[in-house]
């Protein structure tokens, strides 16, 4: 099955400040990549996704990008706010969809 | 549009008892998964539906955990019998197709062994 890594665990940055999270995957079969946010005894929700056939895509303060060859992709919030406080999962789906192991990223006001 | 259901919201049992979970997927999605997830980690893959089939149950620990998807619609997981480890929550997630779509999560069921 895949296998996918999460770097860094925790996170703390100043309010304003960039965020930057990363994942490597190991299925080349894998070829789509959300990112989900799941904030405390709450569901994982999605807050953007990317496909193998795409090299960056954003909205408005969060980016995504991706590298097929080297199989990673990063998230990239900028301009953080408090209220992107919470755990962060990424994940690699080919036939089967998992996880990352989570990055609990707190912002300081 | 009505998201997943899940049911119940909390479960607590005794270590050797059993018990199931049950999640009522989005209207029309085929791809049905449930995951376990521990405190402060990631959520781990089970088991994954596609309409009544079982597409990957690799990471299912079979001697205690069983779980069904009849006429591809409703699913029910169930733990026989129970372990203190097995305390977590346990999120059902649908998708419209196989792998390459969002998934959309349940607000889980947290269960505690005692």
């Known amino acids: 099955g895949e296998n996918v890594e999460q770097h860094p665990s925790t996170l703390s940055v100043q309010e304003g400040d960039s965020a930057v999270i990363k994942c490597t995957y190991s299925?080349?079969?894998?070829?789509?990549f959300p990112w989900y946010k799941q904030e405390l005894g709450k569901r994982p929700q999605l807050i953007i996704d990317i496909r193998s056939n795409v090299g960056e895509k954003k909205d408005q303060r969060i980016a995504v990008t991706l590298n097929k060859t080297a199989k990673h992709f990063s998230l990239h919030i900028t301009e953080t706010q408090p209220e992107d406080s919470a755990v962060y999962f990424c994940?690699?789906?080919?036939?089967?969809?998992?996880f990352g192991t989570g990055t609990s990223l707190t912002v300081i006001p | 549009e009505a998201g997943v259901a899940q049911s119940p919201r909390y479960k607590i049992i005794e270590k050797r008892q059993s018990v199931a979970f049950w999640c009522n997927p989005i209207s029309g999605h085929a791809t049905l998964y449930w995951y376990q997830q521990i405190l402060g980690q990631g959520p781990k893959l089970l088991i994954q539906?596609?309409?009544?089939?079982?597409?990957?149950d690799s990471q299912l620990p079979k001697d205690r955990f069983s779980a069904e998807r009849l006429k591809g619609v409703d699913s029910t997981l169930k733990i026989q019998p129970a372990k203190l480890e097995d305390s977590a929550v346990y999120l059902c997630?649908?998708?419209?197709?196989?792998?390459?779509?969002?998934?959309?999560f349940g607000q889980g069921t947290r269960l505690t062994v005692v």
């Open positions: 994940a690699a789906v080919g036939n089967q969809f998992y």
């Open positions: 539906f596609q309409n009544n089939g079982v597409v990957d």
């Open positions: 997630a649908s998708s419209l197709a196989e792998g390459r779509t969002e998934a959309f």
């Open positions: 299925d080349s079969a894998s070829n789509y």
